[in-house]
Nanobody, 123 residues
Framework: QVQLVESGGGLVQTGGSLRLSCATS????????MAWFRQAPGKAREFVAR????????SYAESVKGRFTISRDNSKNTVYLQMNSLKPEDTAVYYC????????????????WGQGTQVTVSS
């Protein structure tokens, strides 16, 4: 079992930056593939970024590529999402997710989820 707690969300103007953190509890954080998803009002939850457990290989949604960076610190049991050049369409609740099996870009790949943190980008 692993528990995930996101933080770092808030209100920012267009072009601004935020860094989200996802602190995990439980054992063997290093054995989990980690990802960030987001969900805007009235829309389905969508993939944002992922980072693989063994080699830290990363992957991004096209909509955030070049603006967002996912990273992890296994010594702190934490995964981060650095978000730069934010746009109003980035407004959503951001969720951290973990999987000890799959490294996918779909919600079905992840079996542990945080409660989410709100990111609002004003125009």
């Amino acid at each position: 079992q692993v528990q995930l707690v996101e933080s770092g969300g808030g209100l920012v103007q267009t072009g601004g930056s935020l860094r989200l953190s996802c602190a995990t509890s439980g054992r063997a954080f290093g054995s989990y593939n980690m990802a960030w998803f987001r969900q805007a009002p009235g829309k389905a939850r969508e993939f944002v970024a992922r980072i693989r457990r063994a080699d830290y290989i990363t992957s991004y949604a096209e909509s955030v590529k070049g603006r967002f960076t996912i990273s992890r610190d296994n010594s702190k049991n934490t995964v981060y999402l650095q978000m730069n050049s934010l746009k109003p369409e980035d407004t959503a609740v951001y969720y951290c997710a973990a999987s000890n099996i799959y490294y996918g870009a779909s919600t079905a790949s992840y079996n542990y989820w945080g409660q989410g943190t709100q990111v609002t980008v004003s125009s």
